[in-house]
DNA sequence: ACAGTTTCCCGTAAATGC
DNA sequence: TGCATTTACGGGAAACTG
């Protein structure tokens, strides 16, 4: 009779954590002639104690509440429950439940909520329960409970098979795909075309030893890790979920990523293109990484690929991903400006001073193997201030006060043939 | 009879936050003959009533514990209090107690310890307090807190005086300074030296209207604005201590970083220097910044200075300030390499799909001003790809081997004006 | 309206449990 | 011992409250 939802992770309901609140809205579905009296409603976590766990959690806060009208719409009464939080009760008594799964996120619990109706005279015991439900107690838990509710709901109209995980079903992948996609609609705004979620499917039944027939397993797609990497396919998923909600949500919006396209194919769709032609693709080696791969022709003119080292978060955080695009170069070390800090005050090569502190990020000089350990381009940040100097049209001194004298100064003194320190060559022909 | 102490913020003691725990150890400074009874200790906070606040605070955790005798050393009792937790108790009756002074953080409360002794027939009630601590419920509040028990240590010998803040007394300079120098050698592992606290000193003193008498007011220190800034002196130091330790520690314990240095001092120092000589200092105008400026000549002879705009926890956090030093540029537009990224797949303009997500963020062409607001020269992270090309000594092809076959690539197509000749294994001339 | 203060809670690190 | 899980708490931001 009722209809019970629960978000406390925006986008992730079903999913608790443990003194973390939460809400409920709970809405009664027939109508009563009559209310002159209160109906309370009581909500308890794990009523019957029938759970697959000696994990054992109360809720704390007001847990009974009266219902009311709905203002909106047909007057129909709810209540809504705020600012509950579950606890966990430290269970002395080390009696262990049913065995069942190991994992928590792979326990499933259940809000039970409870009334009494008088009406006409008869007293109705009322009860409904919630869809089963996760408890974690950390966020770093979230991916992989949120992987059950997926699982669950896409596998069983089940409504409390809390020992659901004992022996998790199988999936149809073709289910799984449509669920995906919706995951990335819901939470970054924008699903999964049938190029991308072939290559997800691909990722999903490569080493499927036997059963060809479209059907995924629970393991397969939460509990193993993938083909030589040390992460779940989830978990690698969920990754790029969070990378793209915190640091290019509207690029993927905008649908200019691509994002899942293997290597190979990658290569047949650059190989045609105009050098210069780059995508933008989400790495499978690094969680939550994003690289881009461009073509060009070596002078030979054979077609060459490079992908640069995935930007993580932590990169992204420093430098947004489109000023990345915009301002990327590959440059050789003979043509870089000089620096122009030589001394520390009064008189310490800059080296002596703080060599020992440079940390071994392989800036200026590329690695040992030049490219990185997955076929990277390494890449770093590098300081840089940069002068506009337009030499298309001779300029009088007065015409180049828009820029400072002072850093005009620098530039003549680091960058002008006549340089008096030791520079490291001549600047390269611009253009 | 007992001395107390207790830390909670490691080397922040005397501060203690609601629902963060803390610890506090009592030792008895009376040596007992008898031991056969158990001396338990009850702790409180603000047992009597008479503090300057209508805040109430109660301990929780086992705020009862009995005295052991100490494993190291000389068999003295003692009883370390772990886990405690103060809490806020709401009081609703809202008599406003004693006025006082209006920041919480100048608000002074007393931990209390009482214990009964029975020695010879005779009862003995035994009560000490702390020095009077603050309380604080985030840890943005730590900063003032802080200064509140520093002043009120500096300032007075009184082991108890919780009205201290109704009309905070001057410091003497002098002392205040030593404080300071005490503060960074605690906090970050060195101290400040003469050169270092002058700087402190005058700007602890501009506009000092009055009593030019080497006090200091407590306002000055830690409750007015410095003069054009929004931030209190207090403040501006102790994002300095923050930025030194997370950021730049072993620069600063090397003595590398000079740091308080006014703009004024900064020029006479450099301008005999050698062209190329910087010193490291911290921003008076930006909350946790180091700038380093740096001293050549212009091609008239004429001395110039230059400074980079400061670098604060979050840039540092992508770049650590050592690799900065090592890696800064400067750089004319002419001269930068061509980007390598030109067409999004399959042929879009870079521009046209990305362009309108650019950050407003001033790479690659300098500000409308060339010098930012307060006169720094403008500098940014731009994420590169770079290539050691040794000319010296030409290399067959198969020298080349250590550097890609694709990368060698991209340096022939963007780079090269007819020839490279490129190894990685050549090391680079050192020093 | 607003500023001081507290609460909320993510996410990393450390502690704990098994 | 190692991994699974919980706890601790800094820090940014929202909520609260006079």
């Not at 709970?26 to 759970?51: C, F, G």
């Not at 979230?142 to 699982?151: D, E, K, R, T, Y």
């Not at 995951?183 to 290559?199: A, I, P, T, W």
């Not at 790495?283 to 002078?299: A, K, R, Y």
């Amino acid at each position: 009779e009722r209809q019970p939802c629960m978000p406390t992770h925006p986008q992730r309901p079903l999913v608790l954590k443990t003194l973390i609140q939460f809400t409920v809205k709970l809405r009664l579905l027939i109508k009563l002639p009559e209310l002159n009296y209160q109906i309370k409603v009581k909500a308890t976590i794990d009523k019957n104690v029938s759970t697959v766990s000696n994990r054992r959690f109360i809720l704390c806060g007001t847990h009974v509440k009266a219902m009311n009208m709905e203002e909106s719409s047909n007057g129909s009464l709810s209540v809504e429950f705020r600012h509950l939080q579950p606890k966990e009760m430290k269970s002395s008594a080390g009696g262990k439940g049913n065995e069942g799964p190991h994992m928590v996120t792979e326990e499933l619990h259940s809000i039970s909520f409870e009334t009494q109706i008088c009406l006409y005279g008869l007293t109705i015991d009322l009860e409904t329960n919630s869809l089963p439900v996760v408890m974690i107690s950390n966020v770093s838990q979230l991916p992989n409970a949120w992987a059950s509710i997926i699982w669950y709901n896409l596998s069983t109209n089940d409504s409390q098979n809390l020992v659901f995980f004992n022996n998790p079903p199988t999936a149809a992948l073709n289910q799984l795909l449509e669920v995906l996609s919706w995951q990335f609609s819901s939470y970054v705004g924008r699903g999964l075309n049938s190029d991308q979620l072939n290559m997800l499917a691909e990722k999903l039944t490569v080493q499927q030893t036997s059963c060809n027939d479209g059907q995924l397993s629970w393991a397969k797609f939460c509990k193993e890790h993938l083909p030589g990497k040390a992460f779940t396919f989830w978990v690698w998923l969920e990754a790029i979920l969070d990378l793209i909600k915190k640091h290019i949500l509207p690029l993927w919006i905008d649908g200019y990523i691509m994002g899942f396209v293997s290597k190979e194919k990658e290569r047949v769709l650059l190989k045609d293109k105009m050098p210069g032609t780059f995508l933008l693709r989400f790495s499978e080696s690094n969680l939550g990484g994003i690289t881009f791969t461009w073509v060009d022709q070596s002078e030979n003119g054979e077609v060459r690929f490079h992908s640069i080292e995935p930007y993580n978060k932590g990169r992204l955080a420093a430098l947004p991903f489109a000023d990345i695009l915009r301002d990327y170069k590959v440059i050789m070390a003979e043509n870089v400006p000089e620096n122009p800090l030589k001394y520390l005050y009064p008189d310490i090569p800059k080296d002596k001073a703080f060599g020992k502190h440079y940390s071994s990020q392989p800036n200026e000089v590329s690695r040992p193997t030049e490219r990185g350990d997955k076929g990277y381009v390494p890449s770093v940040f590098i300081p840089i201030s940069t002068i506009r100097s337009d030499s298309t049209e001779p300029r009088s001194p007065s015409d180049l006060l828009p820029m400072s004298p002072s850093v005009y100064a620098v530039l003549r003194e680091h960058l002008s043939p006549t340089v008096i320190e030791t520079a490291m060559s001549s600047p390269c022909s611009a253009d």
